[in-house]
């Protein structure tokens, strides 16, 4: 018989104490010991992401903060658990009477037995329906990063079609989270329903996306702040957009021919909303050797009129933030700062095209002491359909999140010294190395290549450009500049500076001599004019 792999008592998370032990954990003792863990550790960033969601979720539902009848009474609540430090127990004005389960195993036991496991009639993220309704695809489909298909590119790794080989159970959950909210667009393995035969599946929640997380001194203290107050509970079902469920606590699972209806809460928004159907074949010793994975809904999902509150989100269009690795993470302090902000001279300073994540905003109703101590960020560079180019993990400490406090000086020079550096970037140094390279390459695919030295440029100038970026805002926040737009020119100067050594560094190669032997050719006399021509000037 084969085991069921139960997420909730089996080890597969990796979690950090407070003294830097490392331990692994299953779900329940991981949520139990949250005051004495420091953060968890997943195998790949996009791992993490979908791990923190399921968390925020479950913290939810173990708080009992998935529900309110005021904001300020959610946060009264909220504070009592911040105070309290642990999810071991409850605070004594929220325990309920007659009951002394601890809340961790009070929520796990109303589940129906089962739900967490890897393999069974109801496995955790799964449909077993796919055994009747589609084919299995294979490991690699499951794996991001191995090769798909017979023409796959099999160079930097053993597996292939012919040779998938097997995972243990607890690598497969980790792609079994990362396909459920990054999943791939278009062309999947065909399911059948109702006798209706259909093969295109849409993206993930999170595709292409950057998320950003609170980390605080404890993985407890995470999870609390990154909680946020929830709709108020309409009384009237009939009007509820969509129940507020977690997959894990579905009857029964949803018609895949009917239009998924909106998450009804936050535990459903942060677990639910999700676009492919999967399924997990293990041998006899309980190792996946095979899988289902195809589309979930044959409709879309409809408009979703709450936020979730890891994303950050264009103003008017509301859309997510697209991942850009190339994009350093204080690049984005604008975009994770308060609405408005007023400059020395008491002009408005104009905010970013992006509104920070709900968490940030809601971190402004929390006391000083239980603030986050540091910011993790996921990125997933993907396109809209299937490639998957990069993932990354990064970290901003302590000093980087005091900037995001409530302060409309920190706030104005923040985004006045952001905005003096990318219009560095953006007017000065990346058209004149793609005139330069225009001017210098008359024949060609000239409008493929002549983006490889403004995006090099740019990437060397944001390089360097963090180091003055920090030092003039201390230097402002320590000594109020007494003339704003005397402050203004010296910043656009140093810029400038950065913008001549960016520039000479990418045209390095044109202007150098490469000996009697090898003399210039004519092209190579026409870059080297244009390149003279459009350097910029101090």
């Known amino acids: 018989m084969v085991d069921d792999f139960d997420l909730l008592t089996r080890p597969w998370v990796n979690a950090r104490t407070l003294d830097g032990t490392a331990e692994s954990l299953g779900l329940s003792a991981l949520l139990a010991h949250a005051h004495r863990l420091s953060d968890v550790e997943a195998p790949v960033p996009p791992g993490y992401g979908g791990l923190r969601h ?23 609540r909220r504070d009592l658990w911040l105070e309290h430090g642990t999810l071991a127990s409850f605070p004594p004005e929220l325990r309920p009477e007659g ?43 499951l794996v991001l990063g191995r090769p798909v298909g017979k023409n796959g590119a099999t160079w930097w790794t053993r597996h292939h079609q012919g040779n998938q080989g097997a995972i243990p159970p607890h690598e497969a959950a980790w792609w079994l989270i990362v396909q459920w909210y990054y999943g791939a667009a278009g062309q999947i393995t065909a399911r059948t329903v109702y006798g ?46 969509g129940p507020d469920l977690c997959p894990w606590e579905w009857e029964k699972l949803p018609d895949p021919a009917a ?83 007023k400059g020395a ?33 996921v990125g997933f560079r993907q396109d809209p359909m299937t490639t998957d180019h990069t993932w990354w993990l ?42 330069a390279w225009r001017e ?33 805002l201390e230097a402002e926040l320590v000594d109020s500049p007494a003339d704003e737009s005397a402050e203004n020119q010296r910043t656009r100067h140093a810029a400038r500076a950065l913008c001549v050594r960016a520039y000479d560094e990418v045209t390095q190669t044109v202007m150098s001599d490469r000996g009697p032997a090898h003399p210039p050719s004519r092209i190579d006399l026409l870059l080297r004019r244009a390149v003279i021509k459009h350097r910029p000037h101090l």
């Open 99 to 141: 009951d002394d389960a601890d809340p961790v195993s009070r929520y796990f036991d109303r589940l129906e037995v089962g739900r967490f496991s890897l393999f069974g009639p109801r496995p955790f993220l799964q449909d077993p329906r796919l055994r009747e309704e589609s084919e299995t695809c294979g490991i690699n489909k």
């Open 345 to 377: 001279t008491g002009r408005t300073v104009a905010a970013s095209r992006y509104r920070p994540p709900r968490f940030l905003e809601e971190r402004l109703n929390l006391s000083g002491r239980r603030a986050p101590s540091g910011l993790a960020a």
């Open 259 to 341: 239009p998924p209806r909106p998450p009804g809460g936050m535990c459903a928004l942060l677990t639910g909303v999700h676009t492919h159907a999967m399924l997990l074949v293990p041998d006899e010793h309980g190792a996946v050797v095979d899988a289902y994975r195809t589309w979930a809904y044959r409709k879309p999902w409809p408009e979703r009129k709450t936020e979730n509150p890891f994303v950050s989100y264009e103003r008017t269009k509301g859309t997510q933030r697209t991942a850009d690795p190339a994009r350093a993470l204080w690049r984005d302090l604008d975009a994770l700062l308060p609405e408005t902000a």
């Open 196 to 241: 209706s035969r259909s093969s295109s599946a849409k993206a993930g929640m999170l595709r292409n996306t950057i998320t950003y997380y609170p980390r605080g001194q404890t993985l407890f203290d995470s999870l609390l702040l990154s909680l946020v107050p929830p709709a108020a509970a309409l009384p009237d079902p009939a009007s509820r957009p």
């Open 54 to 76: 399921i968390l925020a979720a479950l913290t939810y539902r173990i708080t009992g903060l998935d529900r309110q009848e005021s904001a300020s009474e959610w946060r009264r």
């Open 440 to 472: 210098g390459v008359r024949s060609g695919p000239k409008e493929r290549l002549n983006k490889s030295w403004p995006q090099r440029g740019a990437r060397r100038f944001w390089e360097q450009a963090e180091h003055l970026f920090f030092a003039r």
């Open 394 to 435: 990064s970290s901003a400490p302590p000093e980087f999140t005091r900037l995001l406090d409530d302060d409309e000086r920190t706030a104005a020079a923040v985004r006045r010294l952001l905005a003096l550096l990318s219009a560095e970037c953006e007017q000065e140094l990346r058209p004149r190395l793609r005139r």
